[in-house]
């Protein structure tokens, strides 16, 4: 079936310690996102990838870190969390560098504490 | 600077009542537009999308959206609407001039009324 896989569903932290949130894709999808979404403000992008080690900023990628050594994954990495990040991220694809449909992942609650 | 705004944070209509939503955007040039559906708990699902051509777009679930470029909108709409329909919809442009970038309207929740 194709997907795209996020995990966890859930994580709890404290506050500045590392965390990496996965996400993977089998349909073979040149480009992959990552977005978190905030009750008022909608989806907000953070990163995004064209392809493998091709990475850019979203709007808000400020406190995160992304990498994509592999076509399939795309993992956020959070190196010192703070209770402001607390929020539910999506991470996504597409086949193309779009702008072309997403698919993504059912999301990641994060809390910091 | 590019946004998408939709005006309604909440809807409720009664089942089988027509519904529309609305889409408005700022955007240079003739932007990618895209509807998309997010159920309790899950991630987020296309609806449709228009590129260029015809303006009345067809998606699943018996949902349509019109392009209308003289008043920037994106409406999506429903002539019945079932229960299992409510959840939360989300405008979106997609950036056409190589950043590749999508911008999020802040989405409204339908909920629907037996």
């Known amino acids: 079936e194709a997907q795209v896989t996020q995990n966890p569903r859930y994580l709890i932290t404290v506050t500045g310690k590392k965390l990496t949130v996965t996400c993977s894709q089998n349909?073979?999808?040149?480009?992959m996102s990552w977005y978190r979404q905030d009750p008022g403000l909608g989806l907000r992008q953070i990163y995004y990838s064209m392809n493998v080690e091709v990475t850019d900023k979203g709007d808000v990628p400020e406190g995160y870190k992304v990498s994509r050594k592999e076509k399939r994954n795309f993992p956020l990495i959070l190196e010192s969390p703070s209770p402001n990040q607390t929020s539910l991220y999506f991470c996504?694809?597409?086949?193309?560098?779009?702008?072309?449909?997403?698919?993504f992942g059912s999301g990641t609650q994060l809390s910091v504490l | 600077a590019q946004s998408v705004t939709q005006p309604d944070i909440h809807i409720t209509v009664s089942e089988g009542a027509s519904l529309e939503l609305r889409c408005n955007y700022s955007?240079?040039?003739?932007?990618?537009l895209f509807w998309y559906v997010q159920s309790p708990g899950q991630g987020l699902q296309l609806l449709l999308k228009y590129f260029s051509g015809d303006t009345l777009v067809q998606g699943i679930k018996g949902f349509e959206a019109e392009f209308k470029r003289s008043q920037s909108s994106f409406n999506l709409r429903k002539p019945s609407v079932h229960w299992s329909d409510a959840a939360e919809y989300f405008c979106a442009v997609g950036s056409t001039s190589g950043t590749y970038k999508y911008i999020f309207g802040t989405g409204t929740r339908l909920k629907v009324l037996a």
């Open positions: 996504a694809s597409s086949l193309s560098r779009g702008p072309e449909k997403l698919f």
């Open positions: 349909m073979n999808h040149e480009y």
């Open positions: 955007y240079g040039a003739t932007p990618y």
